[in-house]
Every structure is written in C-alpha cells, then in structure tokens.
C-alpha cells in the first residue's frame, strides 16, 4: 500500500508542477484520490485549498502567471484569458481590469464574482497556449477590445503598443477587424489612425 500512496503523491506531485502547484478536486479524483482523502490532505495542512474544488501544494513560490491557472482550472481547462486581462498579460496599453476575463464556449454556465466571461468559440489561430492556461493571441485581443466597452483612449494605447513592440501590424488588423463587427472596425481605425499623428 505504501508504494500506491507514493505512487500517487508523484503522480498528484508532477500534476501540480505542470500548473504551478495548483490542481483540482476533479484532478485529484481522477490520479485516485477519494473526497474523503482529499478532505484528509486539506484538513492536516498537505494540501491548501484555495477555493471549492481547487487546491495548491503548500509553500509553493508565487508566480506571475497563477491567476491565469487558478482561473483555467475553475473553468475547467474551457476558459481562454482575453480582453482586458489578455491585454495585460501582453503588457498592451494600461489597462489594469478588477476582474479576471476569460472567453468560454457558449454552453459554459459556471460563474464567480472575480470573473467576467465571454461566450466565443475561438478559433486554434486566436489562441497561445502556455501549457497550464491559455491566452487568445494580441491580435486577437485587440479585436476583442475594440467590439467591448474598453474606452478608445485606452484602445489607442492597446493598438499602439501592439504595433510598437511588433506583436501585430496595421495591414493585419484592418484585414481582421471587419469580422469584430462595424463598431469594432471604425474604433480600430481610428486607433491606427491615432498612432500616425
């Protein structure tokens, strides 16, 4: 028995390491561990639990990307992070969201208070996956911006500093931003046109 319990704390070990220390009650059921020996391992101190269903190893180092699988594990492993909190991660403009945004497949219905979602089906090409979250593309998150309420001063910046550090071009975003709807398409072209003056 002592081997299938060290069996199962590398298995549970190397699962948490591949998402910065955090799993899910799911997770752990799955690698075969019962409610019961999970409730064992958060009550003696083995395990933190950070929210419903969600744990972390203890005395794991934060990172800058733990939010980002915290909330990919609440989804489910369904969620993208996009919009504002997309924009942040790629360091677009000065957008700084009070809440984590994910895009989510229209059937998803979970829902918390520190997180808004967006129905989408993202297509493969909109999407960079950092193995335990995922973040839809700049390009992608621009778009994303221009159909939202993100004002078109903070749009301005965002398009901006995308073009600065060369992580889109204007041909690209025109080419794209007719399929983000005729809003989203006036309010690019006008960021594009707010970096040539």
Same mark, same amino acid.
């Given at each position: #028995? ?5 069996? %199962? /704390? ?14 899910? *009650? ?21 395990? =933190?639990?950070?929210? /419903? ?32 909190? $997309? $924009?942040?991660?790629? &360091? %677009?403009? !000065?957008?700084?969201? /009070?809440?984590?945004? #994910? ?13 808004? @979602? ?10 960079? &996956? ?13 778009? &994303? %911006?221009? *159909?939202?309420? @993100?004002?078109?001063?903070? =749009?301005? *910046?965002?398009?901006?500093?995308? %073009? ?9 975003? /025109?080419?794209?931003?007719? !399929? ?18």
């Amino acid at each position: #028995m002592a081997g299938t319990r060290q069996d %199962l /704390r590398l298995a549970l070990q190397r699962l948490a390491f591949s998402q910065v220390g955090y799993f899910s *009650a799911a997770q752990a059921l799955d690698l075969g561990y019962s409610y019961q020996a999970q409730k064992y391992h958060a009550d003696s101190g083995n395990w =933190l639990r950070v929210d /419903r269903g969600l744990f972390r190893l203890p005395d794991w180092p934060s990172a800058s990307e733990d939010q980002w699988v915290r909330w990919t594990l609440w989804s489910e492993g369904r969620g993208v992070v996009s919009h504002d909190s $997309a $924009a942040l991660v790629h &360091d %677009l403009g !000065e957008l700084d969201p /009070r809440h984590v945004h #994910m895009s989510v497949p229209p059937e998803f219905r979970a829902a918390d208070p520190a997180v808004v @979602t967006h129905a989408s089906d993202l297509p493969t090409a909109d999407v960079l &996956d950092h193995g335990a979250w995922r973040v839809t593309t700049p390009l992608r998150t621009l778009l &994303d %911006l221009a *159909a939202g309420d @993100t004002t078109q001063e903070q =749009l301005d *910046a965002a398009v901006a500093s995308a %073009l600065d550090q060369g992580l889109t071009t204007a041909r690209r975003l /025109r080419t794209r931003s007719d !399929e983000a709807g005729d809003r989203a398409a006036l309010r690019i072209e006008r960021a594009l046109g707010a970096t040539t003056t």
